[in-house]
């Protein structure tokens, strides 16, 4: 068999993941019509062609104005179901999936409205296609840190429902130290702390997600290698790194997929994860990270081999369940 055809048949999870990011343009439009919200598009090809970023605010801009036809529980439901019916076709049995409340909850959406519809997607998708999956309530970096405490204090009746909180948006300007005590607090209530940190923004913010808000795990952090410190103190503590090749390019954090760093970071004995991010964004679910990267950096079997085992390793599946995929 070749690596190829490997990761298109080996059982995979995927740790990395806003729900929000993986927003097809063709659905996108079936919702603005059925909800009679106007885009500013007249077709998915112009969606399409828009989908060019200069930076990491540059898409943010855009993926905030598609989320804005996302108005009632069956939306919700069927923006997920979409993506477990990926997952299905890439036999992803495992997803960790960020979901962004403010966006919805700053335009009059209730936060109830997009854990139901989310809840029932993995639900049904438990059910029909044996996949599982948990939830991570990310908070806006970009919004205060009183926001995040109101968005905390709404998901306490669903907290059973939801396993991590996060920290997404605009990293430049808004570091993680910004939002220490809703972390502290989001800890108090059960939920385990993770953080994009180190995607724009510097190695000295992956310090702060490590010392100040104590996350698990970190997003992205690809510019922890400006820092052989932080990457000795990474190595050492087996912290682990949801890496998305493709996203870094779109965005262009790495010029071309030929530089990505992912192999480097795995030779430094990093604990590397394969994610897509945004997938419908940045044109690739996980199957197409993974061969970008197998086809542009060479990767062997047993590169490949040990970033699917840290996709299960790394999860926060419970252990007796990690050890049937490892
Ligand atoms: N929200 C969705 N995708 C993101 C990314 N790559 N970085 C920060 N925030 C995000
Ligand atoms: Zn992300």
């Known amino acids: 068999m070749t690596i190829s055809e490997y990761i298109k048949k080996v059982p995979k999870a995927e740790l990395h993941l806003h729900i929000e990011g993986s927003f097809e343009p063709e659905l996108m439009f079936e919702i603005a019509q059925r909800n009679k919200v106007a885009i500013p598009y007249e077709n998915v090809e112009a969606v399409k062609k828009a989908y060019q970023f200069g930076n990491l605010q540059d898409f943010l801009d855009i993926y905030y104005a598609g989320a804005n036809v996302l108005l009632h529980e069956q939306d919700f439901y069927d923006l997920t179901m979409a993506y477990f019916k990926h997952c299905a076709e890439e036999n992803i049995v495992h997803a960790e999936i960020m979901f962004d409340p403010q966006t919805h909850t700053k335009r009059g959406v209730e936060f109830s409205t997009v854990i139901n519809g989310i809840q029932r997607a993995r639900e049904d998708a438990e059910k029909n296609h044996g996949i599982s999956s948990l939830l991570i309530m990310s908070y806006l970096r970009h919004l205060t840190e009183e926001d995040a405490f109101e968005t905390l204090q709404q998901s306490l009746p669903y ?73 000795e103190r990474l190595v ?23 530089n990505h760093p ?19 964004y940045f044109r690739g679910y996980l199957t197409q990270n993974y061969l970008a990267c197998i086809e542009a950096l060479d990767l062997s079997m047993e590169e490949v081999k040990l970033l699917v085992r840290n996709s299960f390793e790394y999860s926060f599946l419970p252990e007796n369940v990690k050890e049937n995929w490892i």
């Open 159 to 231: 907290k059973h429902l939801i396993k991590m909180v996060g920290l997404d948006s605009s990293e430049k300007g808004n570091p993680p130290s910004k939002f220490q005590k809703v972390f502290e607090a989001s800890v108090k209530e059960g939920y385990i702390p993770v953080a994009h940190a180190g995607e724009e923004g510097p190695a000295e913010y992956i310090w702060e997600a490590l010392d100040v808000l104590k996350v698990a795990r970190i997003d992205h952090g690809n510019n922890c290698l400006t820092d052989s410190k932080l990457v």
């Open 236 to 258: 050492a503590e087996k912290m682990a790194l949801t890496v998305c090749p493709l996203s870094n390019t779109a965005l262009r954090n790495v010029d071309d997929i030929k």
């Open 262 to 280: 992912v192999k480097k970071m795995l030779d430094l004995g990093l604990k590397v994860t394969v994610n897509s991010d945004d997938p419908a």
